[in-house]
């Protein structure tokens, strides 16, 4: 019982340290708090080398697959009419 009341006590310790120092970082010092973008599609870094997301890459290879295979879509817009 002493452990469990120990830990539980280091727990709500390092919860208080941690909300402070959130606290402290937003008041005093200004930070927004936001994390940078690091979704492949959007970061500027990747797109100079030519680099992007799968599931962009994946309909982009789908579209030109349907396009080999001489497939368009009817005018509903609601299927593949192969020709």
């Not at 390092?14 to 120092?21: F, M, R």
């Not at 997301?53 to 817009?77: H, I, M, N, P, Y």
Request: with cysteine; aromatic share 8%.
């Amino acid at each position: 019982m002493t452990a469990f009341i120990l830990s539980l006590f280091l727990v709500a310790v390092a919860g208080i340290l941690l909300a402070t120092s959130i606290l402290f970082k937003k008041i005093l010092f200004g930070q927004t708090g936001k994390f940078p973008n690091t979704s492949v599609g959007h970061n500027p870094n990747m797109q100079k080398l030519g680099i992007s997301c799968a599931k962009g890459d994946a309909a982009k290879e789908f579209r030109q697959s349907r396009e080999v295979l001489g497939c368009s879509t009817d005018k509903t817009g609601s299927g593949c009419a192969c020709g």
